[in-house]
Structures are given as C-alpha cells and as structure tokens.
C-alpha cells in the first residue's frame, strides 16, 4: 500500500472490467461522478463474457408475461434449497438484496438492448426463474462497453493494479502495476476484479484438491480478494468451488454466426423463433452459438466412452471425479474415444452429448456439423490415433487393456469399429465463491465489522458470505451488487 499527495485523477475508480465493473462505472457515471474503469486484460469481458448467460430473477416483464405469479421472498426461500449443508454460513441480508433487487437489473439490461429467452424452470426453484441470454453471452459485454462509453466512462485496458493507495486508514486511489503510476479516486475504489478461479495459490489456500486445475477466466487471481484482505476484510466461503468441469476447447475461430453482434432485431427474432417455430428446424442454428460453451455428459462414460491424455493413455477412472486428474496431464488435455455403438447412441434423444440450459440440446452430429475442430473418426484405433495426434501403439494397448477389465466386469468398453473421438477437452473451474466481506451498502468491511473507508467491491470480489448455488445467481448478483455498489459510493463518500 502507498500514500500519494496527487491530486484525485476521478472521483470512482473501478477495478475490473466484467459484468459486475462495467455496471458499477455505468451508474456511478449517470449519478454523477467522473469515473475511470480500470481492466488488466487486453479487453473488457470478464466472467460475464465467458459465461453460459442465464440470470435468475424474480418479477421480471417476461415471467409477468408468461403469467407466472411470483415474488422475491418465495426466490429468497428457494435459493438455500441447492445446497442445504452450505446455506446455514449464507449471508442472509445480501441475499435479501439481491432477491429484491435483480428484477430492476434485468429491466435496465433489456433497455440497453439485451434480449432475454425464457423463464425456464430450474428446481428446486417453485417457477421458472431462469432467463437466457440471446445469442450468448457476449451480448452483455457488446451493451455494457457500448453504453459505458456513451456516458463517459474512462475504459483503461492493460492497467493492472498492483495495490490500494492509502490516506490513513482511507483508501484514495491505486497503484498500477506497470510502472508504478497512482490514480487517486476523490470518493472511492470499487473492486470488481473477479474470483481467484485462475490462482494456484489462492485455490491451493483454501481447496488444495483443485489447486493446478486452470480457470476459464485466466484473469481472475484473486486481486481484489488479496487487497481488501490485506486491510483486514475477511474470505468467505473460500472452499466453494464451481468445477472441476469438464469443456471442450473453444474453436480456432469463431464461425460467421458467432461475430454477429447481437442487434436487437435479429435477437428478438431469435427468441419468436424459439417460442414459435418446430425444435428440428431451429436446433442446428441455436447450436452453432452454444456448442462453443458446452460441457460433455458423464452418461457417455457410463456408456463406455473413455479419457486419453496426450500421450494416449488413460490416466483416470471416467466414473470416479476424473476431471480432477486433468491438472497432471500433458497440456491440462484429453480426448474422449468411443466406439461406433456409443456414436449411434449418442446421435438421438434420451442420449445427448451436451446441454444449454433451457435451449438446446446436442448430438453427435451437431458436433459434426457446428464443431469439426472437435470430432474425428477413423476405421481403425490407430486410424483414430494418428488424426488426434497421439501414439497409435499406446492408444491401442490401453484400449485392450480397458476392454479386458470392462468384459471381465461386465461392463461396456470400446470395441466396435469405426472409431470415434471428441476433443481435445479440458478440465476448468469456472468460479470460485471466496468474496470479500462486504455490508449492506457494498462497503468492504473488515473481520470486526468496522468500515475500510473509500473502498467497495461488488461480483464476485464482493460477495461477502453470499451463496449463490444454481443457474443465473452469480449474474443476476454481479449486475445487481454493481449498480447497488456504484450508486453507494457517489451517494455516501464525501470529497
């Protein structure tokens, strides 16, 4: 931590240029206050962008409009339902807030242009809660930077903080980590960087069995979390953990469809189309956005499908936590094989490949067809091998070996030809729920109660005990706690 005598470069100062940051800035911006946006990455995007997309709410114009009769405090009942043994810790007076506030969140997204599909229901909520983003979930980050700049937001990118500069006990501003250059904030700090999901130290800390499993968000080290700790804010729920999960490498490039930016017209036309008109029409085209994200189901293990690393060898058993062991494997990566039966089995209804929550489905074919980067197929193992790149003489020896032990146990292995595979694949945490302390009003506060002055944090830097199991809450608290954030900081810190 530093001191500086310069004079206030804004008067709100936001690390992190996610959901949560990009929100903050906005509204901290319409009350009034200059503000600089401060983003480590070489672009604004965040978890937010990298997300499946789905918020939950309650009371929102589309649940009104399906007819369903809801309210905040059912929603407030509901979310401890999905995990009971965690929910007894859960910060009950921020759950309140966001139960009662994400409503007004999604409202003021859909008037920036985002287009929402749904409800859909998830239980154990009562009613469908869940709304999907349309076309996927970059579309926030496209309103959110658009709109950020229409109000004068400074965005800053490649300017990573490297600490809080202090006046006292106050915080004034921070320090840059190239360089050493201070930016002095007139009223506050607002951290908004995100989790620690992309720590080894962090998650090592408080959940060692994930420590060399890579986030999704390679950005997110707990930067914030290691700041307001170091003025005595404490972490709660570190050992919360979203993953390991299992997800297919993104593509090479995204296709055509993919770079659209996400109009209002050709959204809105998305979600009449998904409302309207027969499934088997809309599948291949709603897939060629969601594929990129989606995970692979454990039914095609239980099927016979199996995992090889890099080498071609099988280094886990696929029915006992195998995405755990991706963290000693060459490059982190692997190839799940099958033979011909699976490949047919997976290529209709009850057995499906993946799942977009509330959208979509997806087969076998739909990878042929939306991801060849992913799929291979060969008459052979060493056919297959050689178009995955791994030793042909390993991949075969360890696909005898694994037939020998599935016949002996009656169970189904890889045997028919042709052969298939999907990959590469990769294990990720996706997010970690360790936030700072924070109270009602957003302010970091340390392990006593008392206030950090000047210093607030919202998303996942900020989510002080909260828990927010199941679909869309991490969303629906990342736009909430920013608005509530920003809006805090102008209206209760002095010059």
């Known amino acids: 931590?530093?001191?500086?005598?310069k004079v206030p470069d804004a008067d709100i100062i936001v690390v992190g240029g996610g959901g949560s940051g990009l929100t903050a800035a906005i509204f901290a911006r319409k009350a009034g206050a200059s503000v600089i946006l401060l983003e480590k990455h070489t672009e604004v995007r965040g978890s937010t962008g990298l997300s499946i997309g789905s918020i939950t709410a309650t009371g929102t114009r589309l649940q009104k409009k399906a007819g369903i009769v809801d309210n905040p405090q059912w929603h407030f009942e509901d979310m401890p339902k999905f995990a009971p043994e965690l929910a007894k810790d859960d910060n009950e007076e921020l759950r309140r807030i966001l139960v009662e506030n994400v409503a007004?969140?999604?409202?003021?997204l859909e008037s920036l242009g985002v287009t929402f599909y749904g409800p859909m229901p998830e239980p154990p909520h009562r009613l469908p809660r869940m709304h999907n983003i349309l076309p996927n979930s970059r579309a926030y980050i496209y309103f959110l930077e658009r709109e950020a700049r229409r109000v004068g937001v400074d965005i800053r990118v490649n300017s990573e903080v490297k600490d809080l500069v202090l006046e006292g006990e106050r915080v004034i501003g921070v320090e840059l980590k190239n360089g050493g250059k201070v930016l002095r904030a007139r009223k506050a700090v607002i951290l908004a960087s995100g989790d620690y999901s992309s720590s080894p130290e962090w998650k090592g800390r408080f959940n060692p069995p994930v420590r060399d499993i890579d986030g999704v968000n390679t950005t997110n080290t707990g930067d914030g979390q290691r700041m307001g700790e170091a003025l005595g804010?404490?972490?709660?729920?570190?050992?919360?953990?979203?993953?390991?999960?299992?997800?297919?490498m993104p593509p090479p490039k995204p296709n055509f469809l993919q770079k659209l930016p996400p109009w209002p017209w050709f959204t809105r036309l998305m979600r009449?189309?998904?409302n309207t008109m027969p499934s088997w029409i809309l599948r291949p085209f709603i897939l060629s956005f969601v594929t990129t994200y989606l995970s692979p189901e454990p039914t095609m293990f239980r099927e016979g499908a199996i995992l090889v690393n890099r080498e071609g060898r099988r280094f886990a058993d696929e029915l006992d936590k195998p995405n755990y062991a991706f963290g000693q494997q060459p490059g982190k990566q692997a190839f799940i094989v099958f033979d011909d039966e699976v490949a047919r089995k997976f290529s209709a209804w009850p057995y499906f490949i993946s799942t977009a929550p509330g959208v979509a489905y997806a087969y076998l074919p739909d990878y042929k067809r939306t991801r060849p980067d992913l799929y291979s197929t060969a008459p052979t193992i060493a056919g297959l091998a050689e178009k995955i790149g791994v030793p042909a003489a390993t991949l075969e020896a360890e696909i005898r070996k694994h037939d020998a032990e599935a016949r002996a146990a009656g169970r189904p292995s890889v045997r028919k030809g042709p052969f298939h595979a999907l990959g590469p694949v990769k294990s990720w945490i996706i997010l970690t729920d360790g936030g700072l302390t924070v109270n009602t009003r957003h302010q970091v506060i340390r392990a006593d109660g008392s206030v950090v002055p000047g210093l607030y944090a919202a998303g996942s830097a900020g989510q002080g005990g909260l828990l927010l199991e199941g679909h869309g809450h991490h969303l629906a608290w990342a736009?909430?706690?920013?608005?509530?954030a920003a809006q805090s900081a102008v209206k209760n810190e002095k010059a």
């Open 1 to 5: 931590m530093n001191t500086s005598p």
């Open 104 to 108: 007004d969140s999604v409202a003021w």
């Open 233 to 248: 804010a404490e972490i709660k729920y570190g050992q919360v953990v979203y993953g390991p999960n299992l997800r297919f």
């Open 272 to 274: 009449w189309s998904l």
């Open 479 to 484: 736009f909430t706690s920013g608005r509530l």
